[in-house]
């Protein structure tokens, strides 16, 4: 019986080494193969060993990394502090995520994001991981592409601008002659022809409608300066002088305390007001729009609701019609943002939110 039990033991102990063994080829590859680099540092943060990825990014040798402080190696020439403050904490038994530059052996630097992994057995911190994924390239193209998008804008900025300047000095002197002949017509016809009369009247009422549009449109399109003021005045600003040129009643509620935003915050809060009011004033029918702006955790929400006419919801969803709605999506997706369109039969609501970032915004 005795020997039946000793024999269940060992043929269990075997069973489990096998299974020790299979884990450990297992990890075995993982390390080896894997496309991010990790290093693996004993408890006093000396070098043990790490994957060809490792050596690929960082291109040190093993020798070279046993003979000096990882931290020392790879650190980038002023982040020799942040690295050794993260050392120093991942040994402390905490894990550690951030993005960081570290320096190759050629001088370069590289952008890399890092996991500094405490490795803790049965209690007792017996070394630690750190896993750092190249993301150089990911930041040059990130680079590339605000610097694009900020082209892009600019550019619609400066055609804006023009097109404004053009409908200003064109056509609004051309519709301002035209309703001063109109009212010299209208004296020149005098009591003679009534139904004379009733067209040069219509067609003068039709004329300063249309430099009224022009001037709303001049206005919407040319934006103040933003630079010195921020969001607040300005935003009040845009609201009186919408109702005055479209006849709609504002009601504006803005936080007191809103402070300053990066520019391009700045720029696209307002880009999309535009282009809300803009809509309320073609689409909705509406006598009165509501405003709201405020900052609250970390995002900065603006709301632009009506009372008006009710579309079809196609319309608001694929933006089928224009390209108002895909560009406001667009402005503030590019900034980690989303642009909601509500509906109901009391009218229209469009909720944009932007993050901010109070350290790189303020
Ligand atoms: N406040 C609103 N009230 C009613 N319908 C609206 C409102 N805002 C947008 N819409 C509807 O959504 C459609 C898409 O709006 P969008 O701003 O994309 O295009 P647009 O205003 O027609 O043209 P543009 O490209 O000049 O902005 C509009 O054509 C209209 O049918
Ligand atoms: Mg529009």
Known sequence: MRDLVSLEAVSESVSLDANANTIAARLQALFEHSPVAIVALDHEHRFVMCNPAFIALFQFTQEEMLATDIDQLIAAPDTTNEARNLSL????GEKVHTVAQRRRKDGMIVDVEIYGIPLIVDGILNGVYGVYQDITERNHAKTAYKQLSQMLNDAQHEERRRVARDLHDSTSQELAVLNWNLTMLSKMVGDRDATLQGMVAQ?????LQCSSRIRSASYLLHPPLLGNEGLQPIVSRLATEFELRSGIHVTLDIQDSLGRFADVIEITVFRVLQEALANVMRHSGSPVVHLSLWEQSGWLTLIVSD??????MANLKNDRTGVGVSGMRERLEQL???????QTNDGTTVISALPIDRETNA
């Open 89 to 92: 904490t991942v040994l402390r």
């Open 203 to 207: 067609t003068k009422e039709i004329a």
């Open 307 to 312: 009372e008006g006419r009710k579309v079809a």
């Open 336 to 342: 980690g943002g989303h642009l909601r369109m509500e």
